[in-house]
């Protein structure tokens, strides 16, 4: 071996070498990263494949686990009447509630993104009920649609209107939640990402196509909603996510009904895993669940190509 390729082989073997420091920064690293793995994996990864393998057991939380291989799932797709019925209810909900609550937290941010005198107040004004406790906020709109006395009710009587059952009845029940849910989420985060998205738009882009004759609606259509396509699907992926979820504003404010009108596919698990403690059931419902939702992300991830516009991209 001639010397030169001794001496590329010290190199080698002096940058392999791990200096102290380096060791003790390692270390370091590890130690302050220690609290989030141990989380991650006690509290999500641990129990995510407990539930995995009592899927396919007969298991009530208390009992040990009885192995009955695919049953869960067989049944789930057979003999539970409330299985589909669910699965209709929450995707109702999410494809009426979602997509109108994003255009309508676009067009807020719009206008909040106006630079006329008042815009923080008014900014102020839009945000607060995202701040509202969801219990609280349910309670609130218990009382406001409430069939006998409640507020929206005494005004369509004093219009020479029938007073509508909205919780009670199983018709108006799915869209007084998507009215709350409204109400809540407009004004919220989503809104507040829509600003961010809008300014960080370019003025120039807008000068641009000033100086070409556009006009505001010209400008909104061409320039602005282009450049906010990348927001717009960050807002409809997460929202998606969220009201395919729905679970705590049903069971509060209705418990599933009147009639199962509210019976959404989240409250389904929550009462098979702590009404009924088939908690085997209700893993299978989950994991039947989870892969539902990454499959419908994946597929807004596909069709998210053929209109979502990445600016300098």
């Known amino acids: 071996m001639d010397s030169s390729a001794q001496v590329g ?12 420091a380096r060791v003790r920064e390692n270390v ?18 641990g129990p995510a494949l407990a539930s995995l393998y009592y899927s396919f057991c007969q ?5 040990k686990p009885l192995w009955i291989g695919g049953a869960n ?66 309670v609130l709109w218990l009382w406001l649609l409430n069939t006998e006395w409640g507020i929206v009710n005494q005004g369509l009587r004093a219009l020479g ?15 007084s939640l998507i009215l709350m849910a409204w109400w809540r989420s ?26 070409d004759g556009a006009g505001a609606w010209n400008r909104t259509i061409h320039v602005t909603i282009p450049l906010l396509s990348p927001t717009i699907f960050f807002n409809l992926v997460l929202g998606l996510i969220g009201a395919l979820q729905e679970f705590a504003a049903a069971f509060v404010a209705t418990e599933g009904g009147p009639v199962y009108a509210t019976w959404f596919f989240g409250l389904h698990i929550y009462k098979q895993a702590f009404d009924y403690w088939n908690t085997g059931y209700a893993s299978a419902l989950a994991w039947v669940f989870a892969i539902m939702i990454i499959g419908l992300t994946i597929v807004q991830q596909r069709l998210s190509t053929r209109w979502v516009f990445y600016y300098g991209a």
Do not use: C, H
Not at 163 to 174: E, S, V
Not at 188 to 208: H, K, N, S, V, W
């Open 9 to 20: 082989i010290a190199a080698a073997a002096r940058k392999r070498r791990i200096s102290p």
């Open 28 to 45: 370091y690293g590890y130690l302050f990263m220690a609290p989030w793995l141990i989380g991650f994996v006690g509290l999500f990864v």
């Open 59 to 63: 298991y009530d939380a208390i009992s």
């Open 73 to 138: 799932y067989v049944k789930m797709f057979t003999t539970d009447e409330l299985f589909f019925p669910s699965l209709g209810r929450t995707f109702y909900y999410t494809a009426v509630s979602v997509p109108i609550g994003v255009l309508l937290s676009m067009l807020a941010a719009i206008l909040l993104n106006m630079k006329v005198k008042g815009t923080v107040i008014f900014r102020t004004l839009f945000f607060m009920p995202s701040l509202v406790p969801l219990v609280s906020a349910v």
């Open 161 to 175: 209107m029938n007073g509508i059952g909205w919780f009670t009845d199983r018709y108006y029940a799915i869209p």
């Open 186 to 211: 407009i004004g919220g985060t989503r809104m507040i990402i829509f600003l961010a998205g809008l300014q960080g738009i370019p003025e120039e882009m807008y000068d641009a196509a000033a100086i």
